[in-house]
Nanobody, 114 residues
Framework: QVHLVEFGGGLVQPGGSLRLSCVASETMFEMGWYRQVPGKKRELVAT???????NYAVSVEGRFTISRDNAKNRVDLQMNSLKPEDTAVYYC???????????WGQGTQVTVSS
């Protein structure tokens, strides 16, 4: 089983920035971030594959940047110009063809509020 450990999150004012990090116990082809608020489905925020190709939700494009360090099995999410609607629990996700199921981190709370 692949283990994902997340770092970062917290409380920030609107317009502020936060950085989330996630480290996997092994190399994974695709890593990314999803988020969820109570009563809603978990939604994609951003993903990045081994080659560096990225995919973003429309709502975060231009404000969030996902990056990865393959040597460290690490993915980062730099979140700028944060809005109250970005408030959610953020989950690290990892996928690889060698594993039949996605791997998920424990989740980290991001709260954007004045």
């Amino acid at each position: 089983q692949v283990h994902l450990v997340e770092f970062g999150g917290g409380l920030v004012q609107p317009g502020g920035s936060l950085r989330l990090s996630c480290v996997a116990s092994e190399t994974m082809f695709e890593m990314g971030w999803y988020r969820q608020v109570p009563g809603k489905k978990r939604e994609l925020v951003a993903t990045i594959i081994w080659s560096g190709d990225t995919n973003y939700a429309v709502s975060v494009e231009g404000r969030f940047t996902i990056s990865r360090d393959n040597a460290k099995n690490r993915v980062d999410l730099q979140m700028n110009s944060l809005k109250p609607e970005d408030t959610a629990v953020y989950y690290c996700n990892a996928q690889d063809g060698r594993h039949p199921q996605d791997s998920w981190g424990q989740g980290t709370q991001v709260t954007v509020s004045s």
